[in-house]
Every structure is written in structure tokens, then in C-alpha cells.
């Protein structure tokens, strides 16, 4: 069974930095692209990362450009998401998921619950 | 970039209803196009991905169609559980982008 468990969300001033994680079961994170999307509080699905399943290619939103690196560890199954420069515009629950057949253009079938940035001073 | 737009952005029904929700691309995206379902507190779940083929487990009173910049995802007699927010999505080249969302509410 495909499992996505996201960790790392917290409170977090302005300017400030956090990494978030996503540890995957029932496939292997090295055989697939993945994602990164956030919803702010009411409001719609934000696609802000993907990391290609070629494992050299990774693209950004503009919004989190140059702030965000997406990366995997393929020997702990985790896909990770460095958060610098934090604004408070980055409030959101952030979800990670996985492509349906690994490819950058297939959507994500299974989502992990989410975890939750809240950048406030 | 490529915008997605969802029309309506609401709309009530009752069960048994068929409802018809549209999503326009400002360019054309192919057939890479997938609609989720999302719940309060819940994730996203993918309903049709490549326009019209439907995910394992989703059940055939869900469709979808169109190719290019027009599509529709219809749902053919509402159920109780269908009452959600849905969202289009293309793949088709970066940046990714989602339609803003049509909640689908109980009349």
C-alpha cells in the first residue's frame, strides 16, 4: 500500500527557514517524479515543486523560486523541501505526492495528509 | 505560463443531478489534464487523469471530456458523497497550475 507521511511544518517568523520531509512506503521514491503542492487557509491547490524522475531535473513556481529546493534520498525513501527566506505568503499546508506511472507529466495519484507552515511574527 | 479556469465557481445541486463542471487552459495542453475531488481536511483525490480516463476505484458516474483548452468534468447522478470542491490541473509544461476550484454544494 502507497503511503506519503509529511513532517517538518511549523510556526515560523518571517525570513526564517524549515525543511519539510515526506517519507514514502509501497513504492520507491528513486522510480517516480514528485510533488510538492500547498493550500493556504481557504484557499485552492498551489503546485509549488516537482523533482523529475530522472533525478536531475527540478522545477519551481516562480513564487518559491530561488527560495525552495526540492530533493530526494532514495536510501531513506524521502522526498524533502528546503524552505528558506520564508514569507507569509508561504502559509499553507503543504502536501507531497506521487505521479501515477513516474513521469514528469502524469498527475500525482496518492497525497500524503499534509503538514502545516504558518510563517508569523 | 498556462491559467486554468474553472466556470462556475459554485454551484448547488441535489442528488440525483447531473452536473457539468468546465475548465478552460489559456493555451492548449493536449489531453494533460486530470480533475481531483477534495474534501474538508482532506487531500486531493484524483479522479480522471489524460482528460478522460478514470482513476482505479472512482466510480463511472464520473466523466470527463475535451482536449486542447476546453474540458468538462460531468458527473452523471449526484450522490451525497459527491458534494466537494473539485480542481482541473495540466502537466502539460511548467509551471504546473491548477484551476481555482468549484465547490459543488447541496441545493
Known amino acids: 500500500e502507497v503511503q506519503l507521511v509529511e513532517a517538518g511544518g511549523a510556526v515560523v517568523q518571517p525570513g526564517g527557514s524549515l525543511r519539510l520531509s515526506c517519507e514514502a512506503s509501497g513504492f520507491n521514491v528513486a522510480d517516480y517524479a514528485m510533488y510538492w503542492v500547498r493550500q493556504g487557509p481557504g484557499k485552492g491547490l498551489e503546485w509549488v515543486s516537482l523533482i523529475g524522475w530522472d533525478h536531475a531535473s527540478a522545477f519551481y513556481a516562480d513564487s518559491v523560486k530561488g527560495r525552495f529546493t526540492i530533493s530526494r534520498d532514495n536510501s531513506k525513501n524521502s522526498l524533502y523541501l528546503q524552505m528558506n527566506s520564508l514569507r507569509t505568503e508561504d502559509t499553507a499546508l503543504y502536501y507531497c505526492a506521487k505521479t501515477k506511472d513516474g513521469y514528469n507529466s502524469d498527475p500525482p495519484d496518492h497525497w500524503g495528509q499534509g503538514t502545516l507552515v504558518t510563517v508569523s511574527s | 505560463d498556462i491559467q486554468m479556469t474553472q466556470s462556475p465557481s459554485s454551484v448547488s445541486a441535489s442528488v440525483g443531478d447531473r452536473v457539468t463542471i468546465t475548465c478552460r487552459a489559456s493555451?492548449?495542453?493536449?489531453?494533460?489534464l486530470a480533475w481531483y475531488q477534495q474534501k474538508p481536511g482532506k487531500a486531493p483525490r484524483l479522479l480522471i487523469y489524460a482528460a478522460y480516463t478514470l482513476e482505479s476505484g472512482v466510480p463511472s458516474r464520473f466523466s470527463g471530456s475535451g482536449s486542447g483548452t476546453d474540458f468538462t468534468l460531468t458527473i452523471s447522478s449526484l450522490q451525497p458523497e459527491d458534494f466537494a470542491t473539485y480542481y482541473c490541473q495540466q502537466a502539460k509544461s511548467f509551471p504546473i497550475s491548477f484551476g481555482q476550484g468549484t465547490r459543488l454544494e447541496v441545493k
Open positions: 493555451e492548449g495542453v493536449g489531453s494533460w
